[in-house]
């Protein structure tokens, strides 16, 4: 409803592109971000006719722990993201793999282990490496990380009927494209459980033409870690700047449009399900469903299903 009624409005932002002495090129955005008229934007775009200065560089470094091994909506939130898989089909596949032997059982809610289980997932580990795996292990590899991140991974509380999706110790074998594609998220999961956290240089940047300043963010990825592991990052990168330093500024107005929420995937709808009620604008509906502890709408094992059975009967498309 909130799509079909959305009525899109117009905005303008003024943004420069700065090039250094060098020959290096970074974005800035104007501080105000957007403004509602053009006549608005042109009224600084005026003003922005001579060279830029860097008048503030704010670095700060920023780690990013491995993440969290995978229960089933985390997988099929994953597998949607990355290959556009519905839940209901990655269920399937993870399914077929379990009843081949080659992962735990699929219909968990925990991304935990046991913490006796360090022998066990240290014999998978080993087995993954001799078979197909071994180029994801490099000199940043090691069992001693797994230790120093061990209340990542390993938590009795945070296990209930069963344990995160692993792999077994028995090597996979005759896999399709797509299951290929499912065991993989389950192996990274564990091999990155031998690597230290990542670690970011963040960098804030603000650029002064003719007394507007343009905002810039950014940063350095400084130590890959565990992003080793067919790790991603859509942090844009900066060359090195300085306080003082004089860039030259080309800048422009863009126009815009306000957007509509956006449609839900596989990936958000799961998410939302999971969270559903948690954000009641009634207070007593709220504290009755903490207090009955429901969590969200199905359960870890049915929420496919539910999705599944809306799309069979025409109420999803």
Known sequence: EEIRHFKPEDYFTVEGIFTTADGKKYKG???????????EAEKVLAKCMSPGVVTKVEKSE???????????????????????????????????????GFVTYPRTDSQFLPEN????????????????FAALFNADADPSNMSRNRK????????GSHYAII????????LSEDEEKIYGLIADSVIRMQYPAATFEKTKVITNVSGEEFLTN???LAKPGWMFVHGTSKEELLPDLRINQEVSAKCGILAKKTEPPKYFTDKTLLSAMISAGKALEDEELRKLMLDQK???????????????QLIGRKFLA
């Open 29 to 39: 955005v104007h501080k105000a971000k957007r403004f509602s008229s053009r006549e």
């Open 62 to 100: 920023l780690t990013k722990n491995p993440p969290s091994l995978y229960s089933l909506d985390s997988i099929q939130m994953d597998a949607n993201s990355l290959y556009g898989f519905t839940l209901d089909k990655t269920l399937n596949i993870i399914q077929k793999l379990y009843e081949s």
């Open 117 to 132: 289980m360090d022998g066990q997932i240290l014999r998978v580990q080993s087995m993954l490496k001799a078979h197909g």
């Open 152 to 159: 990542l991974f390993f938590n009795d509380a945070k296990v």
């Open 167 to 174: 792999p077994t110790e028995q090597p996979a074998s005759g």
């Open 218 to 220: 950014g940063s350095v």
């Open 294 to 308: 429901i969590e969200g709408i199905g359960t870890t094992a049915t929420r496919a299903a539910i999705v599944k």
